[in-house]
């Protein structure tokens, strides 16, 4: 599947989701005044492109999370380091910070379910940043598992935040690729012969 065509496949889904509103009624829209801000943590892209639709429908002001030292590029290496990080409680150093903070009301905060939990990215954003009394929106990309425990996570690391319900889609491209791939070699690769 092709780059463009993963985003539109990913993004369809979302545009409908997100346009229709949790409940599929009427359309999400900040209430008459209030100020929104997204902040996504995205890996392989998945997360980031619904980011970007909050930010041009809403409209928000967009804001990624990231680590300070980024995560390898071979996923492999990232779901063993991240799942190393999660058992430490590790909280990594993020390259930037939300400056104005208290200018936001509402914070749409999305990531991707890493080992059925919270990326560690996301609960250093949370730890460096105070959003009391905020209305905090999750949206969640994962791949098939589901939510695992990221809610109580988010309301452990966030508790004097208001959350709202999370939408959440399963989008794990990568690692069904990757699984695709393989099947494809054991296929492809020539059987040994017994002498």
């Known amino acids: 599947m092709t780059a463009v065509s993963r985003r539109a496949a990913i993004g369809a889904p979302a545009a409908l989701m997100l346009s229709a509103g949790a409940c599929g009624?009427?359309?999400i829209r900040p209430a008459g005044g209030t100020r929104a801000l997204v902040a996504y943590f995205s890996r392989s892209g998945n997360t980031r492109v619904i980011a970007g639709q909050l930010h041009r429908e809403l409209p928000a002001e967009l804001f990624e999370i990231r680590p300070a030292r980024p995560?390898?590029?071979?996923y492999e290496q990232t779901v063993a380091q991240a799942s190393r990080e999660r058992e430490a409680?590790?909280?990594p150093d993020l390259s930037d910070r939300v400056q104005n903070l208290s200018a936001y009301d509402v914070v749409w905060l999305g990531f991707p379910i890493w080992g059925q939990s919270v990326p560690p990215p996301v609960r250093?954003?949370?730890a460096a940043h105070d959003l009391s009394g905020k209305t905090v929106r999750?949206?969640?990309?994962?791949?098939g598992y589901g939510l695992g425990?990221?809610?109580?996570?988010?309301?452990a690391d966030a508790p004097r935040a208001r959350f709202e319900a999370a939408v959440s889609m399963?989008?794990?491209?990568?690692?069904?690729?990757?699984n695709q791939v393989r099947e494809w070699l054991a296929k492809a690769r020539p059987r040994a012969t017994n002498p």
């Open 25 to 27: 009624a009427q359309p």
């Open 71 to 74: 995560y390898p590029e071979d």
């Open 89 to 91: 409680g590790f909280r």
């Open 124 to 126: 250093a954003f949370l």
């Open 138 to 143: 999750p949206f969640v990309t994962h791949g």
């Open 149 to 155: 425990d990221s809610l109580s996570v988010l309301r």
């Open 170 to 178: 399963e989008a794990d491209q990568e690692r069904r690729t990757m």
